[in-house]
């Protein structure tokens, strides 16, 4: 048999240790990723070895020749451009079309017994088999699911946590048939997994899968992972091999290459593995689970700690090193201190009494001068847990972790996402920290060619609505984050002005820890004007598209809360033209009282419902988030929020917009479907996160129509035919509009609403759990599916449909958590319901 293996990935999130060589060149225990497979190939019995290269080809080539100092005979095929991994091996069809072949990662470490998934795959007579693993975290790889006899049933690629039905991903070793070949065309770019694998599902071809199971493999896709897989074979619990080809001698856990200088003061700490020609000086300290290249030097009184020294490395005098990565001809001088995660890039020279902070990045070739301490990353972003975008946009620490360089780069990488040319609407809250952040992130994005029309402090809503009016490429909005006064939050829109899609957001990602922003000349620089008319073009679409002349013929009298915002100075005015008598309250600009917490918001909600009272008014409401949201009181002094007014809201739709298609997300209570039945409308459910939501107001080429209103349970409204994103000041004039149309007070219409018995919990679960707990959960979901047990819905997480009730388990996309949802038609089975599954949770926790 013959073998592939795939070396032509640029490793670009193991930068800066690719950045000037290929990933499978870079040292797993002193010797190359790609120079584990090899032997491992032969090992097997495998020596006809085809190489498909392209990202620096000819480092690996010149490293391995024609392969036969390691017994084997490689063959080299090089992309011009890339061809995709199904593209590539089709490219060396001429050498493997004989025979079954097998296709394995030459940047990905594994001991896994060939011999067994060979023999599986003749044995089920397939014509791919894919070797599977169970990893802790799912996100980053391709999900599969097989049947009990190995079938392969569905696959999704690096879904979000809402997707995860399984912990089982593909680990990018095939076992193939050479009539794989006829699915492709010569010189296309295919992938196996997007492109030739689902066809073969498609056309139910024999397509196994072949979990690993006592075998060891790791996707070395990061630094963390890059240490972490040393550390993993040096505790012995793999069949990696350890040290180079040189003789390498092995006591107590302690590997010493070939003409080694230890002194007898020194401490060596097992596990350890020391190349050869290296010098360790009195006093030092190395390991545990360290790793030192070839020629390295350790001077007296050093320590080495948990960390990885590639070759020709030399620590100073009392320095100190700890859980770090420092790549080849590197140079610490004395009395430096290396903390937890940080990679020094090639020939850095760091000099006396440096710190390097942790996490930091150091790229190849620089100098850090004596005394220095080192708080930010050199051409390399400092990349914090999990990804740059969150929930609703990049947040972290005001003016700690998000500081006005960070933002120049956000900046400047969203300006290389777009063309260059392009628009960009920029806004802010009112407070002194989003000022600063917006100026900066608007440098970064004129240094990009990209021209800037900014409005300034301004509410949210207007600023989408002038992303569309102005037919800009997008939008950023700059705010403290809504529910914690410390983080500062950056929204980035497309030109819809709906949150950009998940696919935008990792090629914003890619440039900013690439740094590989657009650089244009002088006279390309973009141009920053100011919107003069953002506020009149959103107030004329907004009369042109009510029926003022309705709401103003209710003559009512309303108690606004404007909680200190900016919406103060814009909407009262708009409320009087339309008629309204209104009492404003904390109604002037404020970032110092603007409440930052949902409990100070409701802390608003009593006194706001006596003056209601008080005043005998209709109604009254209180605006939040920056104008997106809204809570409302009725003229009793009931506080209408959360499900309840979303129940609300839509009965008023359905009444007014008869056959209506609203949109509501999973989590929402069944009780909304009835509601809307009898106008003879449609609820249609979405994921939880808004960016769904809105896109089911978005009018779009090749898909089915936009709904006409949508609404989550904490306030935010969409009306397609205004705009598609959450918008209180609009949705409230509606609101009007609608009472104005039916005749009804708000409390009638609370009176009239079914009641709602919706629950919900948080688990905390480790991330290394929640890929194994969901794998769980959906297979227990398919046997109860395939038994006509049990109805379960997985739009977005997984839904139980229970008797009487539902219940939802989602795994948080950010945190490490797990939400369950429970309804049913009293409180306390729904309470049952949610402690079942929590309980359930619980218990595989254990596990």
């Not at 060149?25 to 498909?52: A, R, Y």
């Not at 000099?351 to 990045?361: C, L, P, S």
């Not at 700059?478 to 006064?485: H, K, L, Q, T």
């Not at 994103?725 to 009239?752: H, I, P, Q, W």
Request: proline residues 5%; negative net charge; glycine residues 8%.
């Amino acid at each position: 048999m013959k073998a592939v293996i795939m070396a032509g990935g640029e490793g670009t999130r193991l930068r800066p240790l690719t950045s000037q060589r290929p990933k499978p060149l870079v040292p797993v225990l002193n010797m190359p990723i790609m120079e584990h497979i090899v032997l491992l190939l032969k090992e097997h019995g495998i020596t006809d070895i085809v190489v498909t290269l392209h990202y620096l080809a000819d480092e690996i080539e010149g490293y391995f020749g024609d392969g036969s100092e390691w017994g084997v005979n490689l063959i080299y095929s090089v992309e011009e451009t890339p061809l995709g991994t199904a593209g590539s091996v089709k490219q060396a069809e001429s050498y493997l079309k004989d025979d079954t072949f097998l296709i394995i990662s030459g940047d990905a470490l594994t001991d896994i017994n060939l011999d067994r998934v060979i023999e599986y795959h003749r044995k089920r007579k397939s014509l791919a088999t894919l070797v599977l693993s169970h990893v802790p975290n799912p996100l980053e790889f391709g999900v599969v699911i097989t049947d009990d006899e190995g079938r392969i049933r569905r696959f999704l690629e690096k879904p979000s946590w809402g997707e995860v039905f399984s912990d089982t991903v593909n680990t990018g070793m095939y076992i193939l048939e050479p009539s794989i070949f006829s699915y492709m065309e010569p010189g296309q770019n295919y992938d196996w997994s997007h492109d030739i694998f689902p066809k073969l599902l498609k056309e139910k071809k024999p397509l196994y899968g072949y979990i690993m199971e006592n075998d060891y493999w790791c996707d070395v896709g990061n630094l963390q992972q890059y240490r972490e897989a040393q550390y993993t074979v040096l505790d012995g619990n793999t069949r990696v091999r350890i040290g180079t080809r040189s003789v390498l001698s092995h006591t107590n856990g302690v590997w010493v290459g070939d003409g080694c200088e230890i002194d007898p003061s020194a401490q060596i700490l097992p596990p350890v593995v020391i190349g050869r020609n290296c010098k360790i000086k009195g006093e030092a300290i190395v390991g545990p689970y360290s790793v030192i290249g070839d020629n390295c030097i350790i001077e007296e009184q050093a320590k080495v700690h948990r960390s990885i020294l590639w070759d020709n490395v030399y620590v100073g005098v009392g320095s100190q090193i700890n859980a770090s990565t420092v790549c080849s001809h590197t140079t610490i001088e004395s009395d430096c201190n290396i903390q937890e995660g940080a990679v020094i890039g090639a020939r850095c020279r760091i000099e006396n009494g440096t710190t390097i902070r942790t996490q930091i990045k150091l790229w190849p070739d620089k100098i850090i001068e004596a005394g220095s301490i080192v708080t930010m990353s050199l051409i390399w972003g400092q990349k914090w847990a999990g990804s740059l975008f969150r929930k609703q946009g990049v947040m972290g620490i005001a003016n700690i972790e998000l500081t006005p360089d960070f933002a120049c780069k956000l900046g400047a990488s969203f300006g290389g996402y777009l063309k260059r040319g392009a628009t960009v609407v920029t806004s802010r809250d009112s407070g002194p920290v989003a000022r600063m952040m917006k100026r900066a992130l608007i440098s970064g994005l004129l240094s990009v060619g990209v021209n800037v029309l900014d409005m300034r402090s301004m509410p949210l809503p207007i600023a989408r609505h002038s992303i569309l009016g102005s037919q800009a490429g997008g939008g950023v909005h700059v705010r403290i984050a809504p529910d914690d006064p410390k983080m500062i939050l950056f929204e980035f829109f497309d030109e819809q002005g709906i949150y950009v899609a998940q696919s935008a957001e990792r090629k914003i990602e890619t440039i900013f820890y690439r740094e590989d922003f657009r650089r244009v000349d002088a006279e390309q620089v973009g141009i920053l004007e100011f919107a003069g008319r953002g506020i009149e073009q959103y107030a004329e679409a907004f009369y042109h598209r009510l029926n003022t002349e309705a709401i103003r013929d209710l003559h009512l009298k309303v108690v606004a809360d404007f909680a200190f915002s900016r919406l103060a100075s814009i909407y009262p005015s708009m409320l009087g033209r339309m008629g309204v008598d209104l009492i404003a309250l904390n109604a002037y600009p404020d970032v110092q009282k603007t409440p930052k917490t949902p409990e100070a918001r409701a802390a608003l909600l009593p006194g706001l419902a006596r003056i209601v009272q008080t005043l005998q008014a209709d109604m009254g409401v209180l605006f939040e988030a920056d104008g997106e949201r809204m809570t409302l009181v009725s003229e009793e002094g009931q506080v209408i929020g959360g499900n309840e007014l979303l129940a609300l809201m839509i009965a008023l739709v359905a009444r007014t917009h008869p056959h209506a298609r609203i949109a509501v997300p999973i989590t929402a209570p069944s009780i909304l479907e009835p509601i809307v039945a009898l106008h003879d409308g449609t609820i249609v459910r979405s994921r939880t996160n808004s960016r769904d939501l809105m896109e089911f107001c978005v009018a779009r080429p090749n898909k089915e129509g936009r709904v006409d209103f949508a609404g989550d349970d904490r306030g935010g409204f969409i009306f397609s035919e205004f705009q598609p994103t959450f918008d209180a000041m609009y949705a409230f004039g509606k609101l009007m509009e609608m009472l104005a149309t039916t005749g009804l007070r708000l409390s009638e219409l609370v009176r009239e609403l079914p009641p709602a018995h919706l629950t919900r919990t948080m688990i905390r679960c480790p991330w290394d759990a929640k890929g194994r707990i969901m794998r769980v959960l959906t297979r227990e979901a398919d046997s109860l599916m395939s038994a006509n047990k049990q109805h379960v819905e997985m739009v977005d997480g997984i839904k139980f449909f229970e008797r009487d009730g539902w219940v939802l388990v989602l795994p948080d996309a950010s945190e490490p958590y797990f939400h369950i949802y429970a309804e049913s038609s009293s409180h306390e089975h729904a309470h049952e319901l949610l402690c079942k599954y929590a309980k359930k949770i619980e218990l595989l926790l254990q596990d």
